[in-house]
């Protein structure tokens, strides 16, 4: 037979009664409020599960004026988001260190630029405490949004207005070290004795393929323009790019590819035109997302980037902004984590 339930759910007074403490103290440490001594802390503890307490929260929310949520806002469209492994790792990470703190992750997608009035609604309303919000473009109105309605946000990925790697220009965010890790796949690629380097980049109105850009130019000074194909971050948009660049240089031997997904793209057609990577044509990839690279055949070399241990580093700052008390409250530190080569058959 099934446990019963209880008619009435307890209360802080009947919790208070029980421990024999005022409501107040019951209420400060069931909301995590400092000043109460710990034998108390102790005792209102026991009685909450000696009387399977739960707290209401709405009633929470009064008094702590927090809603335990975050919202975590992508700004791709639906097939981008779930055919590339980069938004669930990193939404993976996010997820662990929310958890960890007992904070309940609110996704927000942007299907197009008429979203944005329901997203800002939607953070306005009260609903969530902070944001994280990544995969930004250059004319992306979310920046705007946040700060009108002064909401905490971390951004991953380096907002294209801070004026630099290692610049936050005001605002949080979490990023990877592109252009440096760009600069180490062009040098292993000379190193192996390659001369004729393209480069597929990511959509240069997001910074991340902005750097990837400026890595590959910073180790080719003289790179000749038709070795570069502007790409959009998917697979298919590599293969187009990587037909185009054979279009004006069929004598290319190797392709930096800004991220995994388009070096796939690219490794096809090089397949379609008779080209044996790395025999022919060597080719370095950028994330190091697992289920791409490693499966690809030949598996790739890529540049790995933590994309997982970027998304709890967001998730952290975030916190620790939302956690200092408001007059204390200042803009937290950004974050660059290293890249690493990963060398495989492609390279």
């Known amino acids: 037979m099934p446990e019963q339930l209880p008619a009435h759910r307890p209360t802080l007074e009947a919790v208070a009664e029980h421990a024999g403490v005022s409501r107040a103290t019951v209420s400060r440490v069931v909301n995590g409020g400092e000043g109460v001594r710990a034998h108390l802390v102790e005792k209102v503890r026991e009685a909450v599960r000696e009387l399977g307490y739960v707290p209401n929260p709405a009633a929470r929310t009064l008094v702590t004026r927090r809603t335990g949520a975050v919202a975590v806002i992508i700004a791709e469209p639906e097939v981008r988001i779930f055919s590339d492994p980069f938004f669930s790792r990193q939404v993976r990470g996010i997820s662990k260190e929310l958890t960890a703190h007992d904070t309940q992750l609110v996704l927000l997608l942007v299907e197009d630029r008429g979203d944005y009035d ?64 760009a600069r180490e796949a062009v040098r292993y690629l000379l190193e192996r004795g390659r001369r004729r380097i393209a480069h597929i980049a990511g959509p240069l109105d997001q910074t991340s393929a902005v750097d990837r850009l400026d890595g590959y130019r910073d180790v080719l000074l003289d790179a000749d323009p038709a070795l570069i194909e502007e790409g959009d971050f998917t697979a298919a948009g590599g293969a187009v790019a990587m037909a185009a660049l054979l279009g004006r240089r069929p004598d ?47 598996p790739l070399t890529t540049v790995r980037q933590d994309i997982e241990g970027m998304g709890r580093l967001m998730a952290r700052l975030l916190l620790r902004t939302l956690n200092t008390a408001p007059g204390e409250r200042a803009v937290p530190a950004s974050v660059v984590t290293p890249t690493a080569l990963v060398r495989r058959a492609s390279g």
Do not use: C, K, Q
């Open 118 to 181: 329901r997203i800002e609604r939607y953070l306005a309303g009260g609903h969530v405490d902070g944001a994280l919000a990544f995969s930004l473009h250059t004319d992306d109105p979310l920046p705007a949004i946040t700060r009108r309605i002064g909401m905490p946000t971390v951004y991953g990925g380096r907002p294209g207005w801070t004026a630099g790697p290692g610049s936050h220009g005001g605002v949080a965010y979490v990023d990877a070290d592109n252009r440096g890790g």
């Open 252 to 298: 290319l031997d190797a392709v930096f590819a800004a991220n995994d997904l388009m070096a796939t793209g690219a490794l096809r057609v090089l397949r379609e035109r008779g080209l044996a990577v790395p025999g022919d044509v060597a080719l370095v990839g950028f994330d190091d997302a697992e289920l791409v690279a490693e499966t690809a055949d030949p």
